[in-house]
């Protein structure tokens, strides 16, 4: 699929399984979180939205305006964090790559990179729309 070009009703129509819709305040600053820190691609975005990929993860990233007619506006807070209670996990992501960039653009890591007992070294990244970002990877048999 191009994303690049493809149309909205197009896209619309592709989407299967589970899909991810972000709200946030500022489309181009979270753009830029997510392809700095973590490396997503970034297709079509402009002030409104942008469809963001990260090998076979697609999800989307819409302003407030866009939802002016969806019921889900409404329950939004007016002071962040927005995104309480959501972890928004990438299985392929280098935690601790994430997390140094992270910190060197002054995003609060909520967790540094940490082995878990569940057999992932992973850390916790706040976006400033409050959501938890966790990139993780499978932990290192010698860090067992």
Known sequence: MDYETISADAFGRSLRGIGLNLLVRNVGAEVAFLTTVFGFSAHQPTND?????????????????????NPLLDLLPENPPRGAGIEIRLYDVDPDEAAAQAT???YVILQPPT??????????????????WV???PKSEASD
């Open 49 to 69: 939205f942008a469809i963001m990929r990260l090998g076979d993860v697609v999800l989307q990233i819409h302003s407030d305006c866009t939802y002016h007619a």
């Open 104 to 106: 060197a653009l002054g």
């Open 115 to 132: 082995n878990k007992p569940h057999g992932l070294r992973e850390a916790y990244i706040l976006c400033e729309n409050g959501y938890a």
């Open 135 to 137: 990139p993780s990877r």
